[in-house]
């Protein structure tokens, strides 16, 4: 599967490189980069630490990799939304995403992570997994927008299950 820029109605999914991880987790854009205010997230930055570590314990993941979104008009970045790794040994592979405060409330999570559903397809998973706190209800509807059904809760975290074979 080549990497490439996913292009959803309003959204555009990048998927990160190594060097852009790098400037990511240091909080330092370089020449071309285009970020909004606020940008990157203490989310961002973790996911690109581990999108560095996975890199350097397992190689490139290909498609199964942090992506940040980007709005289409200008190409700055609001946030971003990945794998937390390659598919574990059943096909399933966890998600994540976090969009900026200032343009929440606008469908943008729901929307990359429909894409990103049709990534996890496109590469071959079966399944997509995700989770939130109990109390972020907006976690919630974004999973569920995204076709994800609620699978059971503990006392830390609600799961939510997408199948991707019918």
Do not use: C, K
């Not at 330092?28 to 205010?37: K, L, Q």
């Not at 973790?46 to 992506?67: H, I, K, S």
């Not at 939130?132 to 569920?144: G, Q």
């Amino acid at each position: 599967m080549t990497l490439r820029t996913v292009a959803t109605e309003r959204l555009l999914l990048h998927p990160l490189s190594v060097a852009e991880s790098e400037r990511i987790v240091a909080r330092e854009a370089g020449p071309g980069d285009r970020w909004a205010e606020g940008y990157p997230g203490e989310g961002d930055v973790v996911a690109a630490g581990a999108f560095l570590r996975g890199v350097a314990e397992r190689g490139d993941p290909g498609p199964y990799r942090t992506y940040q979104v980007r709005l289409p008009e200008d190409g700055v970045a609001v946030g971003g939304i990945g794998f937390h790794g390659p598919p574990d040994p059943d096909g399933a592979v966890t998600v994540g995403y976090g969009i900026l405060p200032g343009v929440r409330g606008r469908g943008y999570a729901s929307e990359a992570l429909r894409a990103l559903i049709g990534i996890a397809r496109e590469a071959g998973a079966r399944a997509v997994r995700g989770d939130a706190d109990p109390e972020n209800t907006a976690s919630h509807r974004v999973m569920e927008a995204a076709g994800m059904l609620r699978v059971g809760e503990d006392s830390e975290l609600v799961h939510y299950r997408l199948e991707l074979e019918g």
